[in-house]
């Protein structure tokens, strides 16, 4: 058996390389799927091994990472990732949204407004915007090279016919600077509007499907809608049962068999700093590359 | 000279001698146990008691044992003995809701009552080869045995109205396909049992692909529930249940698409997997094709794969499959030449009707 060595954040600087051309060709043509030669990774498909990649491929030695999972630093797959990196690439890593050089996100925009020389890198399961509308990708690819995004306006609107209602709530698709209709990630909708105009590059990686695509730092980015029907970001009426913001994403927690529930941020570092319970970041503005 | 083919007895006798010996591999390696098979491939134990349709660990074991490691072989052996059991009676429903719990997610909830418990699982672990690191290293934290409530969450979602109930217990005995054959339109208890039984990479990709947009039903993984289950038998002469003994299941509820029409409020449907043992694979993706064979009911067209009853259920059996794949290995001699007969004829046919084509160009 072969003692194994690995490289800097898991991927040897080949794949790295491999993984900067397309990154550089997604930022070069905003919301475009580039594909890639996605790699095996050591954790399953759909717990995001494109969001990894896109991580091991952009950070270096001197960045600060942030893992999220639903908002949150503390689930799982976000302790899980954070780790993985910790012992790959042994990078300091950060619970605090100023702070974070690099964030790994999946299904969440953080609620603290994002900075320039910030990269936000999604774990994308589905890049494919209309591949519930067409499930060939013969057929997308054609669609997106001649704009013919017909198809999703008519499922727009005929959400509206039958619910009365866009009925899509999450993944809800995005024009990105007047051009390729994208999959912003199974993000709820309510994040849809922190992409545009956002002064942070958005990274956005899917390896199974393996694709990349990006959205440049202060690009313009439209969730599709109808003048009639207009785009209507969705929260839960009421205020976090911990910290009382009445603006961020709740998320329903369930207390007992009787009907009980609570609604807390889901963004745990957003609602830890309302608190006052935040550790204040040393020179967070130092950690912050330039 | 030609000599025919002959002696077919003696190269079988020799096959399955050879095979014997490949089995065994190299004899100065121990040989294994079942005991080790039992308790150090539980999964795969656990895979061929499933398909194989029989809770026996130590057949389990012996099956795959003697399949030299082929799941596919090993469920086959089993399902070969379960057909020669005597059959005395059907269990009680068993009630998973009073599982004693040894794992228990919410993708849906980040909390709820009784809380998520991961148990022994893979998910986070990070798929690094490491020679040292499958010995077991220090005892494992023991929390307390999950005695507190808990509550499934569709019961929980249920109470509101806000996922479609269960269906109610009509009192009549599901079908059963291991004694009679299967029909179209199968209703969904036979569809279950099938599911039950069938291959899991076949119900894994059909499940994928509806996740890919091939009957696509927007499955959210409610809840993954995993523990021990007494089993209980009511004995006619008895009038009452007695406990036959403890068995392992894993069960996924699956919360997938709402629905609603004029005269019903939108709530969400459901897809739904049990299997024996610790099989989380074959559970949600059983819930997920499950889901998908439901169109006809919800009044969905059918159009993908994953949806057609017919395809679904034809196919799932690996025994069944394995068998009839494999079967073309089987002396077709009589049959190949009388294809090999209309070729030639067609072939002089076509040799001869070529000049005429030319000469009309």
Redesign the interface.
């Given at each position: 058996?072969t003692a194994?060595a690995y490289n800097f954040a898991y991927l040897d600087e080949q794949t790295k390389r491999m993984i900067r051309r397309a990154i550089l060709k997604a930022v070069a043509v905003p919301g475009y799927q580039v594909p890639f030669a996605s790699r095996e990774?050591?954790?399953?498909y759909g717990?995001g091994t494109g969001g990894v990649q896109v991580t091991a491929a952009v950070l270096g030695p001197d960045d600060v990472l942030k893992v999220i999972d639903?908002g949150?630093d503390d689930?799982?797959?976000a302790?899980?990732i954070r780790?993985?990196f910790v012992?790959t690439a042994g990078v300091r890593t950060t619970t605090d949204t100023t702070e974070a050089t690099v964030i790994q996100t999946r299904h969440r925009i953080p609620e603290t407004p994002l900075k320039a020389n910030q990269i936000l890198v999604f774990q994308v399961?589905?890049p494919e915007p209309l591949?519930?509308?067409?499930?060939r990708e013969t057929e997308t690819r054609r669609m997106h090279a001649l704009a013919d995004y017909g198809l999703m306006h008519v499922k727009l609107y005929e959400d509206i016919a039958h619910?009365g209602h866009i009925a899509t709530t999450y993944a809800y698709p995005v024009k990105v600077e007047g051009r390729y209709v994208m999959d912003p990630s199974p993000t709820p909708k309510f994040d849809n509007p922190k992409m545009n105009d956002c002064p942070a590059l958005q990274l956005f990686g899917a390896g199974r499907e393996k694709r990349i695509y990006a959205i440049p730092p202060y690009t313009n980015v439209v969730s599709l809608d109808f003048e009639d029907h207009p785009f209507e970001r969705y929260r839960f009426d009421g205020i976090c049962a911990l910290c009382g913001s009445d603006e961020s994403f709740l998320?329903?927690?369930?207390?007992?068999?009787r009907?009980g529930r609570m609604f807390?941020c889901s963004d745990t570092d957003y609602c830890q700093g309302r608190r006052g319970e935040k550790v204040p970041p040393k020179a967070a503005t130092e950690a912050v590359r330039d | 000279m030609y000599v025919a083919a002959k002696g077919g007895e003696r190269a079988i006798e020799n096959a399955h001698r050879l095979l014997a010996q490949e089995r065994r591999g190299d004899p100065a390696v121990p040989e294994l146990t079942l005991e080790q098979i039992e308790s150090q491939l539980t999964l795969a134990v656990d895979r061929v008691m499933n398909e194989g349709s029989l809770y026996d660990r130590e057949l389990a074991a012996l099956a795959i044992k003697q399949a030299r490691g082929d799941l596919i072989e090993a469920i086959f052996l089993l399902r070969a003995f379960r057909a020669t059991l005597p059959r005395f009676g059907a269990s009680e429903p068993i009630d998973t809701s009073a599982m004693a719990v040894r794992r228990r997610i919410s993708a849906a909830f980040k909390d709820l009552p009784g809380g998520q418990i991961l148990g022994p699982t893979f998910d986070y672990t990070h798929r690094l080869l490491e020679p040292q690191g499958t010995e077991a290293q220090d005892e494992p934290a023991q929390a307390e045995a999950a005695t507190a409530s808990m509550p499934r969450v569709t019961d929980l979602l249920g109470s509101d109205d806000l996922v479609e109930q269960s269906p109610p217990d009509t009192g009549e005995t599901p079908g059963d396909l291991t004694h009679d054959p299967l029909g179209f339109p199968a209703d969904r208890d036979l569809r279950l049992q099938n599911l039950a039984r069938g291959d899991e990479g076949f119900l894994l990709a059909l499940g994928y692909s509806t996740q890919r947009g091939y009957g696509r039903n927007h499955p959210f993984a409610g809840e993954i529930r995993m523990g021990d289950l007494e089993v209980e038998f009511a004995p006619p002469e008895l009038g009452f249940a007695v406990p036959l003994g403890r068995i392992t299941v894993s069960e996924c509820q699956m919360i997938n698409q709402f629905r609603g029409t004029a005269t019903e409020a939108p709530r969400f449907t459901r897809g739904y997997g049990l299997a024996f043992g610790h099989c989380e694979r074959k559970v949600m993706s059983m819930a997920l094709v499950d889901r998908a064979l439901r169109a006809r009911e919800l009044d969905e067209e059918v159009k993908a794969p994953a949806q057609d009853e017919e395809f679904v259920l034809s196919h799932s059996d690996n025994v069944q499959a394995t068998g009839f794949v494999e079967h073309l290995k089987l002396p077709h001699y009589v049959d190949f030449q009388a294809e090999l007969g209309l070729v030639r004829k067609l072939r002089e046919e076509f040799a001869a009707s070529e000049p005429v084509k030319e000469a009309a160009e």
């Open positions: 058996m194994a990774m050591p954790m399953p717990w639903q949150a689930t799982t797959n302790v899980s780790k993985f012992k399961p589905i591949r519930y509308l067409e499930p619910h998320d329903e927690v369930i207390t007992d068999d009907g807390v | -």
